[in-house]
Every structure is written in C-alpha cells, then in structure tokens.
C-alpha cells in the first residue's frame, strides 16, 4: 500500500543548511560565537522559520530558540544549537537544528499524525561562556549568579553585556514545563570516523560520556636562563612537561576501552625565552562513560601531584573545574531510530557511545533523550573543513522524521 504520509523535503533540508551556513562564512565552515552577530542573525532566522511547522517562537532570555505547539496530543521536544567554535564547521549543531526544523514541518500540519514536534535551539552549547547554558538554564540548572559569573573564554567579555548587546536583558528565561514532552531527541554529525568507515548511515548512541576538567599549577622559582646552574633550577615549564608525560605513562592502566584525555593548553610564566618558568599551568580534561574510571584516575592524577610537590622542586595544585555525569540514552528511543533505519537506511546503523558531549545529555537529566548521529567526512570536526555529504544528510533526516513519528505513536 503506498505512503500517503508527508515526507521528507531533502533539497529543502539541504537548502536550509547550506543557508545558515551563508551566515558568519568562514572558508568552508563557520565563524560563529555565541552572541555574535552571525549567531544572533542564525537564531532570527530560525524564529522566522518555526511558524512554517505551526509552532510559536520565542527567544528567551538567555538566547535558546523554542518553538512550541497548540496541537493536540504528544509532544516531542527536538533540536540542538545554532553557535560554533570559533573557525569551525558548519554541521556541528545545525544539522540537528534544521532536522527538528523538518520534522516538525512534516509531522505538525499532518492531520493523521499523532501529536507534534517541538524545536528547541540551545544557546552556548560550544561553552563560549559556560558549557551547556541554554540547556541547563531550561532545566533550572543556571543561577542568575551563574550569569553574573560567566565570561566570554576569548575575549573576557561578560555575559551580562553579551546579553544587553544582543538585545536579549530584561526577558525572561524560558523553563521546562514538566511532563509537556515524551521525551528529547537529537541529530549530530559523528565527530568520528566510525561511520564513514563502517559504510554505515546511522549511528544509535547508546551514551553520552561524562567530561571532567582541570586546571594544574607547577609554582617553581622564577629565575635566569643564562646564570642559574641546572641542579639548583626549580623550572615549573619542566615539572609540566614531565607531568604530561607520566599521565601518558600511567593513565592506560586505570582507564576504560574508551577513555580519553587531553592536555588542552599549556601556559608558562612569564613565558620569555631567556628567564626559567616560575609558574606552569595547565588546561587537563578526561572523558569517558563510566564515572568510575573518571574518579580513579582522578584519584590517580592526585596522587601524582602530590609525588611532585613532595621532591621539593616545584609544588603542584590540582583545581577541578568541570564535572559533567554521563548520560544513558533511552532504550525506546534507540529502539525506534534503529527501526526509522532499517525503514530508510537499509539497516545500516550501528549503537555506538558518544565521545562528544551534546545538550540531549542534560535533557537526560528530567525527560527520556535519545540522539542518532550521520556520518563525518574524514571524521573531521571542530574545523572548517568539516563535511558530510549530501545523501547522508538526506538520510539522516528521513531516519529522524521517522523516528520521531515512531515516538510520538507510541
């Protein structure tokens, strides 16, 4: 029996994207920090789309995009965040963005389908001034001392004035509506190359690995790089390098199959060739899915520190900055991408855990999430080559209409 059903506008998908990539250009990618011109302009032009779906849109006050139904019925809450980092790519967020966007122009007008998509834009998931705020100030997780708190990473901006630039002081900051929604669900690039590898189309994510940050202070002796002998040096840039090595040296044995850990920035002070570092300071993050692996090797990187500060050469000081728990997707809404996949994909998915973090992890928190991801050109992210072909962004939102009408039929 044919399929009378709405579908999927695949040139119009692609046209949408390739749009709010015409926004803030950067080479092949994206320049587009949240609060930006390009970000804010991004955002306008989702607002002005959302009536198209038959949702009213709103911006709230901290800058998420939400466009909500009157339809009767269910309620699936989709999308993801319209921002980059800086020089980036031009998928990271909007993709799963603008497939909310098409899910809710082919489910919401249908008269046969059950209940409505909502499309959700979250501001500053790229933590330009703090990881995950529009998420977490939509499920109550953001103070307005938070706020207060917030600084642009780059340029030390406050997010107070980020906000009155934007035109965005003095509204109110949206909040969930508890039980308005089935669940939340997602679409992301990979950011890998499984995938594309795989010759597969789909993958299930299964987790979302939780992120723990720090900052790592070498205090030495600042002192001459031409008259202080090697044996009476306390070189805090040398502490630091031997730091890093022995974490590489160590860390395997403690870790998961899937931990990672990256030593992000290094600074040196004063940071000139001809005087001996004083102090060292390093930018320390590990992830993994498993929060048990994270608070041992946490214990482990302690333990470390305090071996250094005890030769007496250089004293070392641990501060953790970020915490973010792993987040389970739900088993329903693995169920139903992965039979979306099978209808339009061929079946070729595979359940796969989150590397990245992502907003679904903090909707996880009150309400059943659920995210798909398409493949990575290269596996390549963060960058402004950054690219996943046409078909695979066609496909990728024909599985998620189809998903999210499986879950809203439930």
């Known amino acids: 029996m044919p399929d009378h059903r709405p579908h999927v506008d695949g040139a119009r998908v692609l046209r949408d994207l390739k749009t709010l990539r015409g926004i803030g250009v950067y080479k092949t990618g994206v320049h587009k920090p949240t609060f930006s011109e390009a970000h804010m302009r991004s955002l306008t032009w989702l607002a002005e789309r959302l009536p198209e779906a038959g949702l009213t849109a709103e911006i709230d006050g901290i800058g998420n995009v939400l466009g909500t139904s009157a339809k009767p019925g269910p309620k699936l809450l989709a999308g993801s965040h319209l921002e980059s980092q800086n020089y980036a790519g031009w998928l990271d967020g909007p993709l799963g963005v603008v497939y909310a966007l098409e899910a809710a122009r082919v489910i919401n007008p249908d008269p046969n389908a059950t209940g409505a ?68 669900l997602e679409a992301h690039i990979e950011q890998g190359s499984t995938l594309e590898s795989g010759g597969l189309s789909i993958g299930v994510v299964t987790s979302i690995v939780g992120i723990w940050q720090y900052r790592i202070t070498f205090e030495g002796e600042q002192n001459h790089a031409g008259t202080t002998r090697m044996a009476v040096r306390k070189d805090a840039g040398l502490a630091l390098a031997r730091f890093c090595v022995d974490i ?163």
């Open 117 to 184: 998509v909502e499309v959700a834009a979250w501001c500053d998931e790229e933590g330009h001034f703090g990881h995950f705020l529009g998420s977490r100030s939509y499920v109550g997780a953001v103070s307005e001392d938070d706020i207060d708190a917030a600084r642009d990473r780059s340029s030390g901006r406050t997010m107070r004035e980020a906000l009155r630039d934007a035109g965005l002081a003095g509204r109110a900051r949206a909040s969930v509506e508890r039980g308005r929604h089935i669940g939340y």
């Open 248 to 410: 590489d040296d160590r860390f395997p044995s403690l870790c998961g199959p899937r931990t990672v850990w990256t030593t992000g920035r290094i600074t040196l002070d004063p940071g000139a060739p001809s005087i001996i570092p004083g102090r060292a300071e390093m930018l320390f993050q590990i992830r993994d899915d498993d929060p048990r692996v994270i608070e041992r090797l946490e214990d482990l990187l302690r333990g470390m520190a305090a071996d250094v500060s005890a030769k007496g050469r250089c004293t070392v000081t641990m501060e953790r900055l970020r915490t973010g728990a792993p987040a389970m997707m739900d088993a329903g809404f693995q169920h139903a991408i992965e039979a979306a996949s099978a209808a339009f994909a061929g079946g070729k998915s595979i359940r796969m855990p989150s590397g990245a973090g992502h907003d679904a992890q903090i909707l996880a928190t009150i309400m059943p999430s659920g995210m798909l991801f398409v493949p990575s050109i290269g596996g390549i992210s963060h960058h402004w080559s950054e690219n996943t072909g046409d078909a695979d962004i066609v496909t990728g939102a024909e599985v998620f209409v189809d998903a999210c009408r499986r879950l809203l039929a439930r």
